[in-house]
């Protein structure tokens, strides 16, 4: 995770993810496995997905506009 303030990029976990997307592990799996949100394998069991990637996904989502709002506050403050 970024820390406010530094320049690095902000990686989130696959259980961080499915919080904020409100969905089950196994869908996030089917996004991966379907392309529709971009990750990074660290290794075997180790993926981790970018916190810009995943503002760009709630983008392109068809979930509610109230609810993109409180996921964008709670990523822009990580």
């Known amino acids: 995770m970024k820390i406010k303030g530094e320049d690095k990029v902000a ?4 259980d961080e993810v499915a919080r904020i997307l409100r969905v089950d592990k196994r869908t996030l799996q089917n996004y991966r ?10 290794n075997k069991r180790t993926i981790r997905y970018r ?28």
């Not at 990686?11 to 696959?14: A, G, Q, R, Y």
């Not at 983008?59 to 506050?73: F, M, T």
Request: contains cysteine.
């Open 33 to 42: 496995s379907e392309a529709k949100i971009p990750y990074y394998q660290i």
């Open 51 to 78: 916190t810009e990637d995943v503002i760009k996904f709630l983008q392109n989502s068809n979930c509610s506009s109230h609810v993109k709002d409180s996921y964008y506050k709670y990523l822009r403050n990580l």
């Open 11 to 14: 990686f989130l976990t696959s």
